[in-house]
């Protein structure tokens, strides 16, 4: 899996639970998942649970803590490949 | 009253939010937000869904006390302990008195302190709905907070502001908020807000100098908006990471307990 891969199936994982729809037209790298995207800290929960079973990975509480942008979780997944 | 020194965090979650209406069915997210003897709790509880986002509110009231000690724990609610009494939250050698108010039907509101005593504090229904605009909600609970803390010191709620200041390693770019009088910070004073879906939230600590001060009896106003004990019965991530100046005290208090 590449980059554009693993960045295009995190956003379609973060998109239900985004408040900031807007900000979904102009996602990247950079985007924060919480300042930018708005994504409730509840959701945050979610967002890592799908990730493990969408990916098949284990996401560990202290390798989440690192995870602020998408690009974050982008390099998390590959990370773990 | 909470005594001067006294540091505040809150979160109010919408428990009719349909997002959350079956989280407490999934044991993968309830061992995500649980440590063992929770989740035990949340198995055997006549109402888990209430419970478990009770106890996920105040590990985030929690989380933003600790934050503004210096010592977040992360990405990591099942390593906050909630008490099976409701009444307290520990984190490693820290731990923080907590109160439940279940006044407002369909809202959960958590306030944790490193104080004793219930901090000022409440939580309203405002007139958006899930998914409504953030910055308004944002605005509303400030507005709260303003207002009833104005009504506490007897100041007018136009002489208050809360504001928070950029902080590049938080969450969201911005510091825990701080309240202002008169356009100058409070000393000793320390407020939280919070927002979920149909609700706006706040806790307050405000030392009794800034009463006197002011000419106010905030011991009559507090008491009535201290929230309740339970009986039987939340910005997860980012904020601070240094320790913030004037809090060793705070923290010395909360370890010794």
Not at chain 2, 152 to 166: D, F, H, N, T
Not at chain 2, 220 to 232: H, I, K, N, Q, T
Not at chain 2, 233 to 241: I, T, Y
Request: hydrophobic share 45%.
């Amino acid at each position: 899996m590449n980059q554009q891969e693993a960045l295009d199936k995190v956003v379609s994982i973060l998109k239900p639970f985004v408040k900031n729809t807007d900000a979904l037209a102009s996602v990247a790298m950079e985007t924060s998942i919480l300042k930018d995207l708005k994504v409730n800290s509840a959701r945050l929960v979610d967002v890592v649970l799908e990730i493990e079973d969408t990916f098949g990975i284990e996401v560990k509480d202290e390798d989440a803590d690192k995870v602020k942008t998408v690009g974050d979780a982008v390099k998390l997944i590959l990370a773990n490949q | 009253m909470a005594a001067a020194e006294d540091l505040v965090g809150n979160d109010v979650v919408d428990l009719d939010d349909p997002d959350i209406a079956s989280s407490h069915l999934r044991d993968r997210f309830v061992e995500r937000v649980c440590d063992p003897a929770e989740r035990a709790r949340v198995r055997s509880a006549s109402d888990p869904k209430v419970l478990l986002w009770t106890m996920f509110a105040a590990k985030e009231a929690a989380y933003k006390v600790l934050v503004k000690l210096g010592c977040a724990p992360g990405f990591a609610h099942r390593r906050l302990g909630v008490a099976a009494d409701l009444r307290s939250v520990r984190f490693e050698g820290v731990r923080l008195r907590l109160w439940i108010d279940r006044r407002v039907d369909g809202a959960v509101h958590a306030v944790a302190s490193t104080g004793a005593r219930a901090p000022l504090s409440d939580v309203r229904r405002v007139a958006f709905t899930t998914g409504g605009p953030r910055a308004d909600a944002g605005v509303a609970a400030r507005r709260l907070a303003c207002v009833r803390v104005a009504r506490s010191v007897g100041r007018p709620a136009a002489a208050l502001a809360i504001e928070r200041a950029p902080l590049e390693e938080s969450w969201d770019g911005f510091g825990p908020p701080v309240l202002l009088c008169d356009g100058r910070p409070c000393p000793g004073a320390d407020v939280s807000l919070s927002h979920d879906g149909r609700f706006v939230a706040f806790a307050a600590a405000i030392v009794p100098e800034i009463a006197r001060r002011t000419g106010a009896s905030a011991t009559r106003s507090s008491s009535r908006a201290a929230p309740r004990s339970p009986r039987g019965s939340a910005a997860w991530r980012g904020g601070a990471r240094s320790r913030p100046r004037g809090h060793a005290a705070g923290l010395r208090a909360a370890r010794s307990r």
